[in-house]
């Protein structure tokens, strides 16, 4: 039990981290913006309602099976957009 609760605290740390850094809810935002896609139809796509993906939006962190179904849904490789800004390339 004692090592669930100290992966729990690092994914804690993890998360804070993460909400100085790379913002991977806007970053999905600009994406869908920029492919021109509407929230109710990605809401479909996902199998949820519109107000889970304005929640997306507001993330600064995502599971990666969610993040493999939008990279699959959008026809966009957001693996490859957190590893280029972990690797300095992103502003």
């Not at 993040?67 to 972990?86: C, P, R, T």
């Amino acid at each position: 039990m004692g090592e669930a609760h100290n992966h729990s605290t690092d994914m804690h740390s993890h998360n804070k981290v993460q909400d100085t850094g790379f913002h991977i809810g806007r970053h999905i935002k600009e994406v869908v913006a920029q492919k021109g896609v509407k929230v109710p139809w990605l809401a479909q796509q996902l199998g949820c309602h519109r107000n889970n993906v304005y929640l997306i939006f507001s993330r600064s962190w995502i599971d990666t099976g969610s993040l493999m179904k939008l990279s699959q849904i959008l026809e966009h490789d957001f693996f490859a957009d957190l590893s280029g800004w972990y690797n300095g390339e992103h502003q």
